[in-house]
């Protein structure tokens, strides 16, 4: 999950530390689906989701992932085994890959591939992939899962003042406006499930990936 880069802990790239201020759920504890409230604007498209606060402070990975499958199937396994299949330790999840596979393996599917953003700022070409993904991706029913880096200056809503390493999962967007869904598991400042602009988003994922 979110890892902010406290004294003295070490933040691996790609990965969460423990010193995380998030709240989290008792283990077994979840949120009622989280579904779109109202009517959806005609570019817009949410899917239903099961939410879930991570249940550890480096369990984001986990979780987002838990988060994206709960699109597809109600038959979910715990953060705790997800957490076992990715190897994700202490120290987080590592790589993007390791969310794609559990993804796949656990969907029985081959659809999540990884996208790597290695341009910070990303190209336009890279944009334009991420945004076709994520429309693709959502109108077939499956949610994306993005790895990002969050510097002080570059926040989601309610995140602390740190650079934060995380998962979250897009689970919508909007076409009118070119924002998009977000279920994220961190529940800083109590936000679980927001919008953002896109162009936010396509700036907090490099140097890392996303699983679409």
Known sequence: MAGVAAAGALVLPGAAVAASPAPVAPAGVQAAEAQPAG??????KSLNIQYQVQETGYWCGPAAARIAM???????????DLAAQMGTTE????????????LNAN????????????????????KDLLWQDIVTDID???AVVANIVAPPDNHPPGYPNETIYHYFTVIGYNSDNMTVHIADSANFGGNQIYWLSFDQLASLIPPKGYAA
Do not use: C, F
């Open 39 to 44: 009517v959806q604007p005609a570019g817009a």
């Open 70 to 80: 709960s699109a597809r199937t109600g038959n979910l396994p715990s953060q705790g």
């Open 91 to 102: 120290n987080g999840t590592d790589h993007i890959s390791q969310i794609a596979n559990a």
């Open 107 to 126: 969907l029985g599917t081959t659809w999540y591939e990884v996208k790597e953003m290695p341009n910070d700022p990303p190209t336009q070409a890279q």
């Open 140 to 142: 077939n029913g499956y």
